[in-house]
T-cell receptor, first 113, second 115 residues
Framework: DAGVIQSPRHEVTEMGQEVTLRCKPI?????LFWYRQTMMRGLELLIY????????DSGMPEDRFSAKMPNASFSTLKIQPSEPRDSAVYFC???????????FGQGTRLTVV | AQTVTQSQPEMSVQEAETVTLSCTYD???????LFWYKQPPSRQMILVIR??????QNATENRFSVNFQKAAKSFSLKISDSQLGDTAMYFC????????????FGKGTLLTVNP
């Protein structure tokens, strides 16, 4: 397996634009997590899914953020409209309940100017 | 809600020496997992070691071992024979056993291994 795949690796966008981050989890994993990492706030859990269903989205900062998981092999995190304070590294991770081990993608570095 | 606390924002160690990173957590659960992840400058999050709460034996992976004290809710990471490549941010993490449970991280400890 290629591991968790995120795209793009880097994204630079202008304030007000829509940004979509993509994630392909490891096949067979039934949990998927989206995290945001900044120097100031560390690793923040934004939302997590279990069997494609959103379980806890309490970490989503505001209505500008939305996440979907239409099937077991794909998830998106969308920011609309984007703001400079959204600049961060966004990680996707997946895990299976049999081991509990979460495997992370390479992350997307988002810069909003 | 579960919380994970890493009280050492930064630490340093000389190459070949041993260092211990601290982690405490708060939970009312009895069955859970604990993890240490490493994040080198490449920013990739890498699993270092995993402990299941029902196992009394401390987990070991080569030069990495843990001291799991369930009653004290403590989960420290010991790195023996430190190498320059161990320089990284280290995160302690908690997850309840089973499905539908999130992975909660501490704020991390930046470890620098000096030559």
């Amino acid at each position: 397996d290629a591991g968790v795949i995120q795209s793009p690796r880097h994204e630079v966008t202008e304030m007000g634009q829509e940004v979509t981050l993509r994630c392909k989890p490891i096949s067979g994993h039934n949990s998927l997590f989206w995290y945001r990492q900044t120097m100031m706030r560390g690793l923040e859990l934004l939302i997590y899914f279990n069997n494609n269903v959103p379980i806890d989205d309490s970490g989503m900062p505001e209505d500008r953020f939305s996440a979907k998981m239409p099937n077991a092999s794909f998830s998106t995190l969308k920011i609309q409209p984007s703001e400079p304070r959204d600049s961060a590294v966004y990680f996707c991770a997946s895990s299976s309940e049999t081991t509990g081990v979460a495997f992370f993608g390479q992350g997307t570095r988002l810069t909003v100017v | 809600a579960q919380t994970v606390t890493q009280s050492q924002p930064e630490m340093s160690v000389q190459e070949a020496e041993t260092v211990t990173l601290s982690c405490t957590y708060d939970t009312s659960e009895n069955n859970y997992y604990l993890f240490w992840y490493k994040q080198p400058p490449s920013r990739q999050m890498i699993l270092v070691i995993r402990q299941e709460a029902y196992k009394q034996q401390n987990a070991t992976e080569n030069r990495f071992s843990v001291n799991f004290q369930k009653a004290a809710k403590s989960f420290s990471l010991k790195i023996s024979d430190s190498q320059l490549g161990d320089t990284a941010m280290y995160f302690c993490a908690f997850m309840k056993h089973g499905s539908n449970y999130k992975l909660t991280f501490g704020k991390g400890t930046l470890l620098t291994v000096n030559p």
